[in-house]
Structures are given as structure tokens and as C-alpha cells.
């Protein structure tokens, strides 16, 4: 149990309450004393002052001067909000209530209303207090009414004397001397002049800016403006912001203000003048000494001043040419037209054209003419500039010749891809015919009428067949077997074929080349090429002639090639055909290698021929060129690349036997159902088992279900779903041994690059006789691993 107080202790603590309740008493009266004090200082400072509630904007209290400011009554003012007074939108009064708060702005100026509804302009310092947990805003208000007035009319002055001063069409500027020129301001013309924008370089000096080329003239320009309070012509060098120096002449004068003095000052731009100045001691000087020949002339088309190259040039002295005249330089010159000439100089200033100068040699060469019309103190002349342009004529011309080239090699290509797309479409339905034809003539006697009208039909379908194939060899989509041989040995063997060709009246020459080493090209190409130069040129003769035959070894290089568009450098081999008929002109020669162009008569020539040869030129990456003029013949040159390598295999030539029948089994491809029929009757009349697909997803199906052994795949090349190529890289992996066939209108890259068939891959043209088939299927299938 503790122990209980004593009396003293008591005592004591009784003692203790009573003081700190005298110093509660104290503090609380110095507080009401303090309030008081404020509410005395609130309520009759002459200021004007609110009292807001910052959540609600109502307005809390209003001392007497705001009660005598607004003409409310302080218990209507009570009733109010700080929105009846301020005539900002309440949004905005909102971001004003919440920015006092965070401190973020205490000064404002607003537009207040009073309760006669006039409106003042008042300057507000607000600053927030708290009362019982509530955030207030404590706000004294200026009435700037008066202020707001007098600065609007100051600024109506200054706006006046600023137009004045920013209109004005020369660079004018003006510093406020207030114990030394703190700061530039400058009007329009001004920042044009020197380059600059008024956010670089308002209110900094021009030497804060660098703009003096030389500080000690800006020193010297203010001591004469504060000596005589002017200062005229005043000439120094000012620099510009791209760093450009331009010469100025200054013109300063002080303007007193009640509180300050301005250094007006105008600058004009003498930089032209001063370079016009220099320039003319240079003038005659630069004209004498530059490349091109000048010619000053007279209303009268007359000479009164040359420089040194028109002399040269023209091979006359000045002192000729200044009695000379343009019309005896110019042979082109129309002397009746230089009042009009001289009328378009003076509208239009400058001319350029194009005409020719005569040398005093005699020499014509042209020239590319600058006229200039100048006026001199009232007098016109004409000053003229005349360029040499024989080599840039020269490239012109070169570049005109490539680009008709171009052209050329373009127009071949599209007609060459059209020529290629019409003969496969043809090729199908040739094979269709051929094929019928010729199992019908099978069905009928030799006797029998029907057989005639057949061998009719067929003979008509091969012709057709020989010219489809003459369109894909121009086309390039003809399918070739290359050899590598020596072509003066070919072209000799081929020689008695060709004097039969060209008939007795005609003599032909053959002059092979030495060393030639050997071409890389299908023999049978090299056969049509030639025959069907020869034919040309035998054609082009009348009456007795001669047809030269020639070889040779022939490289081009880079400069060649660049100035003859389509051509490759290296080494290539030449073989050539000229004749000396009739010739041809530049217009028939640019259509001479276009399907179907002729100049025979109707029914003597198809056209095809040197398309043709143009196409087997190019499928072997060749290049061929035709010389021809209009009574002095022509010559024809092709130009086939030098084969690196001695070595090339024999051409196999048993194809003419006939073949023996089969009975092996056939997986026959064909999405053209025509062209499947007839073939799979050939082949079945051969004695093979013939299992056909019209698309490469049945062809696989029928391989899966087969359960014997397929020997020979037949498939065209292109097809839907997937090429003849990787269809049969599918049906390899169920038949190993399974051997393949291709056969389309035209080769694709799918099986021969350009045309040209890999090593191992065998192919056959359609459209084909079923012997021409019988023999292919038995050399495909006969062939050893």
C-alpha cells in the first residue's frame, strides 16, 4: 500500500495548479488582446481585404474598405463568393484558390466587379491561413484602375513611335542609356539586313552580339554622339550572323525622354555600292582574262568591246572584231530579226541559245550563247557570253545513242517474252492436232483418200510447229543441248549446204579466222544461225552477188562496253555475214530483229528468220550488231564467248533410227487434258503400261497405290501445285530408280537456266510425233547410270 502524501507535499502541489492557472489566464488574455488587435487592423486598414473559405470560395468576411470599394454591405458580402466578384470563369478561380494553397503564386491581377456593375482592374496579394481546421485565403486587394490607364495610353505612344519605327524600310536601332546602353532594340529591316531573329538578340547590345567587325569603331561612334549629340556617315565594318561582312554608313542622334536619353541610330547598307566601286576596276580585267568569249554589242548588233578568248576563239584581233559585227561571226545569224531579238533581250533580260560560230579559218563549231541586256546611264547594251560546246555536243550525242540502245534491248525483251507466251499456248494445241493426225493416218489405208486430206493437215500443223519454235528461239525459251567445238571446223562442214542455199549466181566466200579456240553453243543453233544469215543475204542480191563467210577472234574492253550499251567485256568469237545487195536504211535496221518485220513480199518471207537469230545470240550470251546503208549491202556480226576449256562431248546423233517398242510402266503427268490423251495413246500404242495424272497431287496418290515398279516419270514442266522439277524429287523417294522426263511448250528455270538444260536432264519439245516420243521414252530409259 503506498504511502500517503504528507501535508506539505500538498501543500506544495496546490501551489503548483494555482500558478499554472494564472499563466493559462495570462496567455489566453494576450491572445484575445492579439485578436483583437488584428480584427481592429482588419476591419480599418485602408486596403481592401477578403477573407475566402478556399473548399467553397464563399466569402467569410470583408473589412470596411472593401465593403466602401464594392458598395455591397458587409452581411451581403458575407452571402457571396469570391465567382460574384471575380469575372474569371470558375474554373479558373478554382486553379487560383488551389495555387495560393500550394504556395505556387500569391500575386494577381484580376478584373473585379462592383455592385453598380462597373468593372476595375485590382492587383491581388492572397496568402493562406488556417481557423479551426479550415484552410482560408487571406486576400488584400489594389484598385490598379488609374495605373492600368495611363500605362494603356503610354503604350498607345509607344506603339505609335514603335510602327514608325519597325516600318521604316532601312536598318534602324535604338539603345536606352540608364548609366551606361544596356540593351539594342532593332526594327524589321534591321533583322533582314543582318540575318538575325529577335529571340537571338533582343535586349543585348551589338557588342554583346559581335556585331562589330572592329570594337574600337563602336567606341568611336558613342564619344562623337555624346561630344556633338549626332553623329553622320559614319563608315565601319559590321558583321552579320552567317558571319558575312557587310560596309555601313551610321547615322546616330540622341532623343531626351523625361527619364532617360535614346541613341537613335540608322544603318545603311553600302556594301553594294562599295563592291560595285571595286568591282569596276576588276571588270575589264576578269572579262579579258576568262574562258569564255565575251562580246559587248550596240542596239545595231555591232562589236564595241571584246575580250582576249573571243580573239582567240575566232583567230581575229580585237581591233577586227571591233569593226565586225554578229552576223559575220554567226552564219546562222537572221540579221532582219535582231530588232525583235533585241526587243525579247530588253523584256526578258537574259537569253540562252544554242547557235554557231565562224573562226576566221573558216572553221564552224557551236556554241551555247548567255545574252544579257544591261542599261548604262540610259544607253542599252547587250553583253554576251559564248561557250565551246563540240564535246559536250558529242557526249550528247553519245548519251542519246546508248539511251536508243537501251531502248532497243527493252522493246526486244517485252516483244521476246509475248513472242514466248503465244508459241507455248500454240504448242499445246499443235500437239493436240499432230497427235490426232497422225493416229488417224494410222487407222486408214495409204490409198484411202481421208489419208491425203491428213498428210494435208499434219504438213500445215508442222509448219505451224517450225514457226512456234522459230518465236521461242527469239523468245530465248527455246531448249538448247550446248557443245563446246571449234567453229571454223562446223562452219566448214556446212559450207556445201550453203552454196546449194544461196544458188550458182551467188558466190560465197569463207574466210575463217586463225586461232580462234572454241565456242560453247548447240551445233544446231550455229546450222540455223548461218542459214538463215545466208538466206537474208540472198535474198537482198538481185541478179549475181557475193556472200562473205568470215571468223575471228575479237575482246572488248571497259571503254568499249561503256559506250555501247548490252555489251560485256572479254574475249569473244566473231562470226560475220556481209553481202553486197541492196542494203538497208536506219529505219528498216531498227525493226530487223522484231517477230514478223519483213520487207519481202507477201508470202516470200515469215519474219521470223533473223528473229530468230537474234534470240539464239542472246541465249548464249552473245551479242550481235547489223552494218547496213541503203545500195551498199550489209554485214551482220555475232559475237559468241571464247570457251575457257579445249574439251566438249560429241553430239549424239541416233535419234533418226527408229524405236524399238516398250513394256516398261509410265507415270504420265498433264494438267492440258488433250495433250494427256493423245500422249497416253501414243505411248500405250508402244506397248507401255500408262498410268496418267492431270495434277501432281494425283500423280503422287497413283504412286503410293501402285504396287509394282514405275520406270519412266513423263511430266510437264510447270503446273499447279507443284513444278514438274520437285514433283519428281517426291516420287524419287517411293521409287528410287525412277527415271524422268520433261516436257513443256518452253523450258522454265525450274529445269534449264536460260534455256539451257543441266547435265542428266532430259527433255523433250512439244509439240512432238508419237516416233519423235517413241524414240525419246526408249533413249531415256535405255540410258545406264
Given at each position: 500500500?503506498?504511502?500517503?502524501?504528507?501535508?506539505?507535499?500538498?501543500?506544495?502541489?496546490?501551489?503548483?495548479?494555482?500558478?499554472?492557472?494564472?499563466?493559462?489566464?495570462?496567455?489566453?488574455?494576450?491572445?484575445?488582446?492579439?485578436?483583437?488587435?488584428?480584427?481592429?487592423?482588419?476591419?480599418?486598414?485602408?486596403?481592401?481585404?477578403?477573407?475566402?473559405?478556399?473548399?467553397?470560395?464563399?466569402?467569410?468576411?470583408?473589412?470596411?474598405?472593401?465593403?466602401?470599394?464594392?458598395?455591397?454591405?458587409?452581411?451581403?458580402?458575407?452571402?457571396?463568393?469570391?465567382?460574384?466578384?471575380?469575372?474569371?470563369?470558375?474554373?479558373?478561380?478554382?486553379?487560383?484558390?488551389?495555387?495560393?494553397?500550394?504556395?505556387?503564386?500569391?500575386?494577381?491581377?484580376?478584373?473585379?466587379?462592383?455592385?453598380?456593375?462597373?468593372?476595375?482592374?485590382?492587383?491581388?496579394?492572397?496568402?493562406?491561413?488556417?481557423?479551426?481546421?479550415?484552410?482560408?485565403?487571406?486576400?488584400?486587394?489594389?484598385?490598379?484602375?488609374?495605373?492600368?490607364?495611363?500605362?494603356?495610353?503610354?503604350?498607345?505612344?509607344?506603339?505609335?513611335?514603335?510602327?514608325?519605327?519597325?516600318?521604316?524600310?532601312?536598318?534602324?536601332?535604338?539603345?536606352?542609356?540608364?548609366?551606361?546602353?544596356?540593351?539594342?532594340?532593332?526594327?524589321?529591316?534591321?533583322?533582314?539586313?543582318?540575318?538575325?531573329?529577335?529571340?537571338?538578340?533582343?535586349?543585348?547590345?551589338?557588342?554583346?552580339?559581335?556585331?562589330?567587325?572592329?570594337?574600337?569603331?563602336?567606341?568611336?561612334?558613342?564619344?562623337?554622339?555624346?561630344?556633338?549629340?549626332?553623329?553622320?556617315?559614319?563608315?565601319?565594318?559590321?558583321?552579320?550572323?552567317?558571319?558575312?561582312?557587310?560596309?555601313?554608313?551610321?547615322?546616330?542622334?540622341?532623343?531626351?525622354?523625361?527619364?532617360?536619353?535614346?541613341?537613335?541610330?540608322?544603318?545603311?547598307?553600302?556594301?553594294?555600292?562599295?563592291?560595285?566601286?571595286?568591282?569596276?576596276?576588276?571588270?575589264?580585267?576578269?572579262?579579258?582574262?576568262?574562258?569564255?568569249?565575251?562580246?559587248?554589242?550596240?542596239?545595231?548588233?555591232?562589236?564595241?568591246?571584246?575580250?582576249?578568248?573571243?580573239?582567240?576563239?575566232?583567230?581575229?584581233?580585237?581591233?577586227?572584231?571591233?569593226?565586225?559585227?554578229?552576223?559575220?561571226?554567226?552564219?546562222?545569224?537572221?540579221?532582219?530579226?535582231?530588232?525583235?531579238?533585241?526587243?525579247?533581250?530588253?523584256?526578258?533580260?537574259?537569253?540562252?541559245?544554242?547557235?554557231?560560230?565562224?573562226?576566221?579559218?573558216?572553221?564552224?563549231?557551236?556554241?551555247?550563247?548567255?545574252?544579257?541586256?544591261?542599261?548604262?546611264?540610259?544607253?542599252?547594251?547587250?553583253?554576251?557570253?559564248?561557250?565551246?560546246?563540240?564535246?559536250?555536243?558529242?557526249?550528247?550525242?553519245?548519251?542519246?545513242?546508248?539511251?536508243?540502245?537501251?531502248?532497243?534491248?527493252?522493246?526486244?525483251?517485252?516483244?521476246?517474252?509475248?513472242?514466248?507466251?503465244?508459241?507455248?499456248?500454240?504448242?499445246?494445241?499443235?500437239?493436240?492436232?499432230?497427235?490426232?493426225?497422225?493416229?488417224?493416218?494410222?487407222?486408214?489405208?495409204?490409198?484411202?483418200?481421208?489419208?491425203?486430206?491428213?498428210?494435208?493437215?499434219?504438213?500445215?500443223?508442222?509448219?505451224?510447229?517450225?514457226?512456234?519454235?522459230?518465236?521461242?528461239?527469239?523468245?530465248?525459251?527455246?531448249?538448247?543441248?550446248?557443245?563446246?567445238?571449234?567453229?571454223?571446223?562446223?562452219?566448214?562442214?556446212?559450207?556445201?549446204?550453203?552454196r546449194r542455199l544461196i544458188g550458182e549466181d551467188i558466190d560465197l566466200v569463207?574466210?575463217?579466222?586463225?586461232?580462234?579456240?572454241?565456242?560453247?553453243?548447240?551445233?544446231?543453233?550455229?546450222?540455223?544461225?548461218?542459214?538463215?544469215?545466208?538466206?537474208?543475204?540472198?535474198?537482198?542480191?538481185?541478179?549475181?552477188?557475193?556472200?562473205?563467210?568470215?571468223?575471228?577472234?575479237?575482246?572488248?574492253?571497259?571503254?568499249?562496253?561503256?559506250?555501247?550499251?548490252?555489251?560485256?567485256?572479254?574475249?569473244?568469237?566473231?562470226?560475220?555475214?556481209?553481202?553486197?545487195?541492196?542494203?538497208?536504211?536506219?529505219?528498216?535496221?531498227s525493226h530487223v530483229f522484231e517477230p514478223f518485220f519483213t520487207t519481202k513480199?507477201?508470202?516470200?518471207?515469215?519474219?521470223?528468220?533473223?528473229?530468230?537469230?537474234?534470240?539464239?545470240?542472246?541465249?548464249?550470251?552473245?551479242?550481235?550488231?547489223?552494218?547496213?546503208?541503203?545500195?551498199?549491202?550489209?554485214?551482220?556480226?555475232?559475237?559468241?564467248?571464247?570457251?575457257?576449256?579445249?574439251?566438249?562431248?560429241?553430239?549424239?546423233?541416233?535419234?533418226?533410227?527408229?524405236?524399238?517398242?516398250?513394256?516398261?510402266?509410265?507415270?504420265?503427268?498433264?494438267?492440258?487434258?488433250?495433250?494427256?490423251?493423245?500422249?497416253?495413246?501414243?505411248?500405250?500404242?508402244?506397248?507401255?503400261?500408262?498410268?496418267?495424272?492431270?495434277?501432281?497431287?494425283?500423280?503422287?496418290?497413283?504412286?503410293?497405290?501402285?504396287?509394282?515398279?514405275?520406270?519412266?516419270?513423263?511430266?510437264?514442266?510447270?503446273?499447279?501445285?507443284?513444278?514438274?522439277?520437285?514433283?519428281?524429287?517426291?516420287?524419287?523417294?517411293?521409287?528410287?530408280?525412277?527415271?524422268?522426263?520433261?516436257?513443256?511448250?518452253?523450258?522454265?528455270?525450274?529445269?534449264?537456266?536460260?534455256?539451257?538444260?543441266?547435265?542428266?536432264?532430259?527433255?523433250?519439245?512439244?509439240?512432238?510425233?508419237?516416233?519423235?516420243?517413241?524414240?525419246?521414252?526408249?533413249?531415256?530409259?535405255?540410258?545406264?547410270?
Open positions: 500500500m503506498p504511502n500517503k502524501p504528507t501535508y506539505e507535499e500538498l501543500e506544495r502541489r496546490v501551489r503548483e495548479l494555482e500558478k499554472s492557472n494564472f499563466e493559462f489566464k495570462g496567455a489566453e488574455k494576450e491572445l484575445r488582446e492579439r485578436e483583437a488587435l488584428f480584427r481592429n487592423l482588419f476591419e480599418h486598414h485602408s486596403a481592401v481585404q477578403l477573407i475566402i473559405d478556399a473548399d467553397s470560395g464563399n466569402l467569410i468576411d470583408a473589412n470596411d474598405a472593401a465593403v466602401e470599394f464594392y458598395g455591397w454591405t458587409k452581411e451581403e458580402l458575407q452571402q457571396m463568393k469570391i465567382h460574384d466578384i471575380n469575372t474569371l470563369p470558375p474554373e479558373e478561380i478554382k486553379q487560383t484558390i488551389e495555387n495560393v494553397r500550394t504556395k505556387k503564386q500569391i500575386y494577381f491581377e484580376f478584373h473585379h466587379r462592383l455592385m453598380d456593375g462597373t468593372i476595375r482592374d485590382v492587383e491581388v496579394f492572397s496568402s493562406k491561413i488556417q481557423a479551426k481546421g479550415k484552410d482560408l485565403l487571406h486576400s488584400v486587394i489594389h484598385d490598379i484602375t488609374a495605373r492600368k490607364q495611363a500605362e494603356k495610353a503610354l503604350r498607345k505612344s509607344e506603339e505609335s513611335f514603335s510602327q514608325l519605327f519597325e516600318s521604316a524600310p532601312v536598318p534602324m536601332g535604338y539603345a536606352i542609356n540608364i548609366g551606361g546602353y544596356k540593351g539594342t532594340t532593332w526594327n524589321d529591316a534591321w533583322y533582314r539586313t543582318f540575318g538575325y531573329s529577335r529571340e537571338q538578340v533582343d535586349g543585348r547590345s551589338g557588342n554583346d552580339i559581335g556585331l562589330w567587325f572592329n570594337p574600337e569603331d563602336r567606341s568611336r561612334f558613342i564619344e562623337m554622339a555624346n561630344r556633338q549629340n549626332y553623329v553622320s556617315d559614319f563608315e565601319a565594318l559590321l558583321r552579320c550572323r552567317d558571319g558575312a561582312i557587310r560596309n555601313c554608313s551610321l547615322f546616330g542622334r540622341f532623343i531626351d525622354k523625361a527619364d532617360h536619353r535614346l541613341l537613335m541610330v540608322v544603318y545603311l547598307d553600302i556594301t553594294d555600292r562599295k563592291r560595285a566601286e571595286e568591282t569596276l576596276r576588276f571588270t575589264q580585267f576578269a572579262i579579258d582574262h576568262m574562258a569564255d568569249a565575251a562580246f559587248w554589242m550596240t542596239p545595231e548588233a555591232r562589236f564595241f568591246y571584246v575580250n582576249q578568248a573571243a580573239c582567240r576563239a575566232l583567230g581575229y584581233s580585237r581591233e577586227e572584231l571591233m569593226r565586225m559585227s554578229v552576223a559575220d561571226i554567226d552564219p546562222e545569224f537572221p540579221m532582219e530579226a535582231w530588232p525583235q531579238i533585241w526587243n525579247e533581250m530588253r523584256e526578258k533580260k537574259h537569253l540562252v541559245l544554242q547557235t554557231s560560230h565562224r573562226a576566221k579559218d573558216g572553221h564552224v563549231y557551236p556554241v551555247e550563247i548567255q545574252a544579257n541586256f544591261v542599261e548604262v546611264d540610259g544607253c542599252e547594251y547587250n553583253c554576251t557570253f559564248a561557250r565551246d560546246i563540240t564535246v559536250r555536243k558529242r557526249v550528247d550525242e553519245d548519251r542519246e545513242k546508248l539511251q536508243s540502245q537501251l531502248n532497243q534491248a527493252q522493246k526486244m525483251e517485252s516483244v521476246g517474252r509475248l513472242a514466248g507466251g503465244v508459241a507455248h499456248d500454240f504448242n499445246n494445241m499443235l500437239g493436240a492436232i499432230l497427235g490426232y493426225t497422225e493416229l488417224g493416218m494410222m487407222k486408214v489405208r495409204p490409198t484411202d483418200s481421208i489419208h491425203g486430206t491428213l498428210r494435208e493437215i499434219q504438213k500445215a500443223a508442222q509448219r505451224s510447229v517450225d514457226l512456234t519454235r522459230q518465236l521461242l528461239a527469239f523468245a530465248r525459251k527455246q531448249t538448247v543441248a550446248p557443245k563446246v567445238f571449234d567453229l571454223n571446223d562446223a562452219l566448214e562442214s556446212m559450207l556445201k549446204m550453203l569463207w574466210l575463217p579466222g586463225k586461232k580462234l579456240g572454241r565456242v560453247r553453243i548447240d551445233p544446231s543453233q550455229i546450222e540455223q544461225l548461218l542459214a538463215n544469215l545466208c538466206v537474208n543475204a540472198r535474198d537482198a542480191i538481185r541478179d549475181t552477188g557475193k556472200i562473205i563467210v568470215e571468223t575471228g577472234v575479237v575482246t572488248f574492253d571497259e571503254t568499249f562496253c561503256e559506250a555501247h550499251a548490252g555489251f560485256v567485256p572479254g574475249e569473244y568469237i566473231l562470226l560475220a555475214v556481209s553481202d553486197n545487195g541492196c542494203g538497208m536504211d536506219v529505219e528498216t535496221v513480199e507477201v508470202g516470200k518471207g515469215t519474219g521470223l528468220g533473223l528473229a530468230t537469230v537474234y534470240g539464239m545470240v542472246k541465249q548464249n550470251n552473245g551479242f550481235i550488231n547489223v552494218y547496213s546503208e541503203p545500195g551498199q549491202g550489209t554485214t551482220f556480226k555475232i559475237y559468241l564467248p571464247r570457251h575457257a576449256t579445249e574439251a566438249g562431248r560429241r553430239t549424239k546423233t541416233d535419234a533418226a533410227q527408229p524405236a524399238e517398242r516398250g513394256h516398261e510402266t509410265i507415270l504420265l503427268v498433264e494438267d492440258e487434258s488433250m495433250i494427256m490423251d493423245i500422249t497416253k495413246t501414243m505411248l500405250e500404242l508402244q506397248g507401255y503400261t500408262v498410268h496418267a495424272a492431270a495434277t501432281p497431287g494425283e500423280a503422287i496418290r497413283l504412286a503410293q497405290e501402285h504396287t509394282g515398279e514405275i520406270h519412266l516419270l513423263i511430266t510437264d514442266v510447270v503446273m499447279p501445285e507443284l513444278n514438274g522439277r520437285d514433283l519428281a524429287k517426291r516420287l524419287q523417294s517411293l521409287y528410287p530408280n525412277l527415271k524422268r522426263l520433261f516436257m513443256s511448250g518452253y523450258t522454265a528455270n525450274v529445269i534449264a537456266h536460260h534455256g539451257v538444260l543441266d547435265e542428266g536432264v532430259h527433255f523433250i519439245q512439244k509439240p512432238f510425233s508419237m516416233r519423235t516420243l517413241a524414240v525419246k521414252v526408249r533413249e531415256v530409259l535405255d540410258e545406264t547410270k
